[in-house]
């Protein structure tokens, strides 16, 4: 089993930043790929960006160059996302997927952009 919290999420302008951390706990060590969703009203969810083990980083193409994913430690991983736009409003989850592919879920967290 593989417990996720994430933190961050808030109100901001557009064009601020805002910074979101996932902590993981439990099972850790079973953990390959972690990875940043988002679910905008109306919308299925989707991924913004990943970083396997190995530290390789992915991205949507919405967020090419205005997201940035990052190990912090062995159990955190942030997202750092500047140049919000209204269109990045949504929750945002953490996941975290295991070699044996089961995939764990934290509870999310919103993020508004006003324009």
């Known amino acids: 089993q593989v417990q996720l919290v994430e933190s961050g999420g808030g109100l901001v302008q557009a064009g601020g930043s805002l910074r979101l951390s996932c902590v993981a706990s439990?099972?850790?060590?079973?953990?390959?790929?972690m990875a940043w969703y988002r679910q905008a009203p109306g919308k299925q969810r989707e991924l913004v960006a990943g970083i396997t083990s190995g530290g390789s980083t992915n991205y949507a193409g919405p967020v090419k160059g205005r997201f940035t994913i990052c190990r912090d430690s062995a159990n955190t991983v942030s997202l750092q996302m500047s140049s919000l736009k209204p269109e990045d409003r949504a929750v945002y989850y953490c996941a975290a997927t295991t070699r044996t592919g089961r995939q764990y879920w934290g509870q999310g967290t919103q993020v508004t952009v006003s324009s």
């Open positions: 439990g099972s850790i060590f079973s953990v390959n790929f």
